[in-house]
């Protein structure tokens, strides 16, 4: 979505600071050399890519896109196969694949962008010999020539023959299709049946950096029950503390039980409280009444929960729920967790510096 060096991107995979070189093997060597070499060839090719217009909803030129990339993998030696799209009401993805022996990398692209034909942002443009800006430069055509010249450069150095590779690149990344167990098959059955995957979309802007793992989310909600009355008994034996008072006991419990936890977060987002309040999920928004001299009766806290292991965010709910239960006199709590897509725990051996 912004534009980004071009060089950086190209070159990125296998650019080494001299030092390193100097430490790399003579095929390293060899497939470094060939990045740097291929460098404008590679430019060509994503200017090429980014000038066809391939906004997810534009199913003719994602898979144009598809097309141009699926020609350069025939030429070395993968297989290719179009998974045609219209089940989810989408282009399709594009597949590569080549047989071999070990294990079977599986390397991820996606061919569409965010920039539809009625974006005014359309054209590589470039700005000086090192940088570029167009549509889907970084997100991620940029990528899909990262994952083919990395290819290029092993296939020059003889170092892809009898190496397992499928190659997916879908073609609905943006916005993806319906229904998404659909629109997600493809890519979920290249996954099972790999071994290692390596996903080539930017990830902070800088290419010395991949990411190993990548957190979960969690949304939560909370709901408070206080005892309405006057403000004045507040705090005695038959009205207790109020629905204000318990969420904020219960946020606080949060914050000094789980703020120290590293690598995780949790975030409330949004709160409401009063004699009355009303709440509206879906659009994240509500209203809420009450009168300074009378103990709240309702409170809501609705946040987000991120931990980096599956093990981590079940710790973190037993905590908060340890948290939840110790209520205030005269009030109740009740906390529900919602789970969106799953922490992916960074896995030791996989990796070196
Ligand atoms: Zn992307």
């Given amino acids: 979505m912004r534009s980004l060096l071009v060089a950086v991107l190209v070159a990125g995979l296998l650019a080494q600071p001299a030092a390193v070189q100097q430490a790399l093997s003579p095929t390293e060597q060899q497939l470094a050399a060939h990045a740097d070499g291929s460098r404008a060839e590679a430019e060509q090719l994503l200017e090429r890519l980014v000038n066809i217009n391939s906004g997810t909803m534009n199913l003719d030129g994602v898979k144009r896109v598809g097309d141009v990339l699926a020609a350069e993998f025939k030429t070395l030696g993968f297989r290719t196969t179009w998974v045609d799209g219209a089940a989810f009401k989408r282009a399709g993805h594009l597949i590569a694949e080549r047989d071999g022996k070990g294990p079977r990398l599986l390397l991820i692209g996606h061919l569409d962008t965010v920039f539809e034909p009625d974006s005014p942002f359309q054209k590589f443009q470039r700005i000086t010999a090192d940088a570029a800006r167009g549509p889907g430069i970084i997100d991620m055509k940029g990528g899909d020539v990262v994952i083919l010249y990395a290819l290029k450069a092993l296939a020059a150095a003889k170092a892809l023959d009898g190496v397992a590779i499928t190659v997916v690149m879908t073609g609905d990344e943006e916005d993806p299709g319906e229904p998404l167990t659909l629109a997600r098959q493809a890519l979920l059955d290249a996954g099972k049946a790999a071994d290692i995957a390596i996903g080539f979309e930017n990830g902070n802007n800088n290419p010395a950096n991949a990411n190993i793992s990548r957190r979960g989310f969690t949304g939560w909600t909370l709901r408070v029950k206080g005892m309405a009355a006057h403000s004045s008994q507040v705090f005695t034996e038959s009205v207790g503390a109020g629905a204000i008072y318990e969420l904020s006991r219960i946020l606080n419990g949060f914050y000094a039980g789980l703020s120290k936890e590293p690598l995780l977060s949790l975030n409330p987002g949004l709160t409401l409280g009063g004699t009355t309040v009303e709440f509206n999920a879906a659009q994240s928004r509500g209203t809420a009444f009450g009168k300074t001299n009378v103990v709240a009766e309702h409170a809501i ?9 599956s093990e981590q965010v079940e710790t973190t ?9 110790a209520n205030l006199a005269r009030t109740s709590a009740e906390l529900v967790f919602d789970d969106s897509y799953p922490p992916m725990a960074p896995i030791d051996g996989y990796w070196r510096d």
């Fill in 301 to 309: 806290v609705t946040g987000d929960l991120r931990g980096i292991s």
């Fill in 317 to 325: 709910k037993k905590t908060m729920h340890g948290v939840v239960a």
